[in-house]
C-alpha cells in the first residue's frame, strides 16, 4: 500500500558553514525540535559526512575498517547544563555500517540516507517525542583516517541549537565547537502519516530485521 504525502519535518542543509567537524569515535549529536502536529513516521533520514585518509592521496580508500552508527534518543534522561539529556536507550539505533560495504571511499562531501522499507519499517518509524536528539558515531578508523560531519546554522524547517551532546561512554554532556560557535550537524527529516492498512500491516509484523541497504548521495 502506498505512503500518504510525504513532508520535511526537519532540514538544516541549507545555510552551509563551510566548516568540518571531526569527532573522533566520541557519539555526538544534535538535539532538535519538530513542530506541533508535524507527521511522525519516519521515512527518510539523511546526514552529510566526510572523510580523508592522508595516506591514501587518490582517496581510494580508509586504511582501517571505518563504520557509522546512527541512534535516536528521546531527550529524557538525567539533566545536563541545566536541561535534560538523551535517554538510556535509544529509538532507533542502526549498528555499526561498515562504510566500505556500501561504497563509501574517502570524500569530500556524500550524504548518507536512511529510508523506509530498507532502514526503518515501510510505513515508517515511529517518532514518539518532539524533543528528540539523533547522533552519529565513527569507528575503526586508521591512523591515516579522519572521518566526520559538515556544519550547519540555522535549520529552516524545524529547530536546532548551536552546541551539541556528546556521549563518554557513561554520561551526555553539551559541548560546543571551538571553530565556530555553532555546531549543528547538516542533516534532513521526511515524514507521513501512512495508510491505516500500510500501518496495520507493520505493527502487525513488528520492526524485524531490516536489510542495511542505503542511498548514497553526492553533494559537491
Known sequence: MPLTAQT???????NDLVTRFNPGTT??????MLAPGTPR???DFSFELWGTNTASPG???FA??????LRFYVNNGAL???VPSPGTTPFYDSGPLSLASIGLTPTARRTLVFTAGTDFPSAG????TSDMTWTIQFEGMGSTDSVGVDLYYPATVGQTYGDYWAYNGTSWSLETNSLVPLSSFGASMTATVPEPSTLSLSLLGGIGVLALARRLR???
Open 80 to 82: 545536563s547544563s541545566g
Open 8 to 14: 520535511v519535518i526537519f532540514n538544516n542543509t541549507a
Open 218 to 220: 553526492r553533494k559537491d
Open 41 to 43: 513516521f519516519l521515512t
Open 27 to 32: 557519539q555526538v549529536g544534535n538535539e532538535i
Open 59 to 61: 582517496n581510494e580508500s
Open 64 to 69: 582501517g575498517p571505518v563504520t557509522a552508527e
Open 125 to 128: 518509524l515511529l517518532i514518539p
